[in-house]
T-cell receptor
């Protein structure tokens, strides 16, 4: 019973390149959340998606960042024209339902380093 | 904006000691969740507290939800090196679309 799978675990990009982070939720989970974590800032909510729909993107920067969760395949967090400030750990989480008491199951994260 | 403030930010103790970490907000939450995160891994849920005044125990860990549902605490009895990690509290925003986390308490237990 596989958990939330994220890949790659480590991603190195040069400034100006694109970064694509992938997340396969747990089997049966149709709700996906993306978070960014920096040591001094904690775990920051970015976006919440349900199959084919963005439900809440209030934590996502308006430019360069986008997320999708297609009908088939993993959820993708895409960062265009990366800058050094994008370096962080990005975590994906999933849940089977939506609700205020729902617990989230997290992946092991992707550590993005921008040179 | 709903914010969760956690204290202390860092805690370094000896094996066998007791400790309490706090999670406070000026906002009311329908429930609060506690997660533990180890280096290089994602957070893992420890417990969810739902009812004001509720106390939940998980072996040596005791979680309490404030009567007004604005705060929570985590008490660890006789801490062990295996308790080392980042402890995070979290609650959903009003719309129920985003689980908001506090900045966490980094606990280090040495033998």
């Amino acid at each position: 019973n596989a958990g939330v799978m994220q890949n790659p675990r480590h991603l190195v990009r040069r400034r100006g390149q694109e970064a694509r982070l992938r997340c396969s939720p747990m089997k049966g989970h149709s709700h996906v959340y993306w978070y960014r974590q920096l040591p001094e800032e904690g775990l920051k909510f970015m976006v919440y998606l349900q199959k084919e729909n963005i439900i809440d993107e209030s934590g996502m920067p308006k430019e360069r960042f986008s997320a999708e969760f297609p009908k088939e395949g993993p959820s993708i967090l895409r960062i265009q024209q990366v800058v050094r400030g994008d370096s962080a750990a990005y975590f994906c989480a999933s849940s089977p339902h939506r609700g205020r008491d729902e617990k989230l199951f997290f992946g092991s994260g992707t550590q993005l380093s921008v040179l | 904006t709903q914010l969760l403030e956690q204290s202390p930010q860092f805690l370094s103790i000896q094996e066998g000691e007791n400790l309490t970490v706090y999670c406070n907000s000026s906002s009311v939450f329908s429930s609060l969740q506690w997660y533990r995160q180890e280096p290089g891994e994602g957070p893992v849920l420890l417990v969810t507290v739902v009812t004001g005044g509720e106390v939940k125990k998980l072996k040596r860990l005791t979680f309490q939800f404030g009567d007004a549902r604005k705060d929570s605490s985590l008490h660890i009895t006789a801490a062990q090196p295996g308790d080392t990690g980042l402890y995070l509290c979290a609650g959903y925003n009003q719309a129920g679309t985003a689980l908001i986390f506090g900045k966490g308490t980094t606990l280090s237990v040495s033998s």
